[in-house]
């Protein structure tokens, strides 16, 4: 099905089972095992993960969507989470719609999400642009990768 009112990603195409749900469109999470609402961030989520799957070996059963991490007494949702080979947390995922920029506040929303979960590897896309950042906990610094690494060298 054609999606005329999406915008053509800097990712590679995939196909997505998208179909027209009480007036709304909906596309299929194969994470979640369900339709959602067809959002421009969806869409982006939905390109990505099929990115990390198909390009980058990521395993589904180590990537999950809309995880809730409690930050201060209050819940919150991470977009994705990635899990490591003994289910620790790995990588964290924030996407945005690709009309917003990728900001330093999203940047700040992200570092919330890993106070918490204290991951290896930071990402933020719009599907135009994308940031891959390793942190070395030992160091205390971090650092900007050209691009998101394969599953095995994280």
């Not at 180590?62 to 620790?88: F, P, Q, S, W």
């Not at 945005?96 to 919330?112: H, L, M, N, W």
């Not at 890993?114 to 030992?138: A, E, F, K, P, T």
């Amino acid at each position: 099905m054609a999606i005329p009112e999406m915008q053509a990603l800097n990712l590679p195409r995939t196909e997505l089972r998208i179909v027209r749900k009480g007036g709304r469109l909906v596309v299929f999470d194969v994470l979640r095992h369900r339709f959602v609402a067809l959002t421009p961030e969806e869409w982006v989520r939905q390109h990505f993960v099929r990115f990390l799957q198909q390009h980058r070996n990521f395993p589904a059963g180590a990537i999950a969507n809309e995880v809730a991490v409690e930050l201060n007494g209050m819940r919150k949702r991470c977009d994705t989470l990635v899990y490591g080979l003994h289910a620790e947390p790995l990588m964290i995922v924030e996407y945005k719609a690709p009309s917003v920029g990728i900001t330093q506040a999203v940047f700040d929303q992200i570092c919330r999400y890993n106070m918490q979960l204290r991951v290896r590897w930071l990402v933020v896309s719009n599907g135009l642009q994308h940031y891959c950042c390793r942190i070395d906990y030992d160091s205390m610094t971090y650092t900007f990768l050209p691009d998101v690494p394969c599953y095995e060298d994280l």
